[in-house]
């Protein structure tokens, strides 16, 4: 068992909704990733928080707004989206800090499976 | 910059034989590499990984991987392949003991295993 929660699994939206991705870690990582995965492809990183703070954003629309209400909980807002937005999106986290602890791998959720009409 | 190149998009097996996906990586730095596998609509699932040390490395459901420095690369094998192996898989590189850990993919192996 996934110890990164998402959900829904499953979420259907039109182009006028506002919608939200939930994801959820309790391993007291402070690192938490939004990955945007469509069919066939790798996961493409969207955004990383680091101890709540946003601190990469790889050039995501702004129709897409990332949330990290605390250590444990990250948000994907979702509005106005597109048809070619429909994808399944990956939750990650992982350690934080250099040390021997730390081996730089990345604990994903089961993903929520979007599709935008 | 680091970068993971997958050789072989599709690879197919027939049950029992040898699995063998490719993996070569570019780093300027000592890299950690992982290999993760994806089952059809679920997420990524860590295999195994090399940080340091052995260069051997043993993963779940009887994968290992080799760490070659002098080949840059980190090929994952299974002996024999079982039915439930039929995934994706991808290989992925993240710089050494990095404060994040922001993985580099490769474009990924879908793997078949025939009866």
């Known amino acids: 068992d996934t110890e990164v929660t998402q959900t829904p699994k499953h979420l259907v939206m039109g182009m006028t909704n506002k919608k939200s991705l939930k994801c959820e870690q309790h391993?007291?990582?402070?690192?938490m990733y939004w990955y945007k995965q469509k069919a066939k492809k790798p996961p493409e990183l969207m955004f990383v928080?680091?101890?709540?703070?946003?601190?990469i954003n790889e050039s995501v629309p702004s129709r897409f707004s990332p949330e990290c209400p605390n250590s444990s909980l990250l948000n994907l807002h979702l509005h106005a989206l597109q048809p070619e937005d429909s994808a399944l999106y990956l939750c990650?986290?992982?350690?934080?800090?250099?040390?021997?602890?730390?081996?730089?791998?990345?604990?994903f959720g089961e993903g929520s499976r979007l599709t935008v009409l | 910059a680091q970068s993971v190149t997958q050789l072989g998009s599709h690879v197919s097996v027939s049950e029992g034989a040898l699995v063998l996906l490719r993996c070569n990586y570019s780093?300027?730095?000592?890299?950690?590499l992982f290999w993760y596998v994806q089952y059809p609509n679920q997420g990524l699932q860590l295999l195994l990984k090399?940080?340091?040390?052995?260069?051997l490395v043993k993963g779940i459901n009887g994968f290992e991987a080799e760490f070659k420095k002098s080949e840059t690369s980190f090929h994952l094998t299974k002996p024999s392949a079982h039915m439930s192996d039929a995934a994706e898989y991808f290989c992925?590189?993240?710089?050494?003991?990095?404060?994040?850990?922001?993985?580099?993919f490769g474009k990924g192996t879908k793997l078949s295993v025939k009866p």
């Open positions: 990650a986290s992982s350690q934080v800090g250099r040390g021997e602890w730390n081996t730089g791998e990345l604990f």
């Open positions: 391993m007291g990582h402070r690192a």
């Open positions: 928080y680091s101890y709540e703070k946003l601190s």
């Open positions: 780093s300027s730095v000592p890299p950690y």
């Open positions: 090399y940080t340091t040390g052995a260069t």
């Open positions: 992925a590189v993240s710089d050494v003991g990095g404060s994040q850990g922001n993985l580099i």
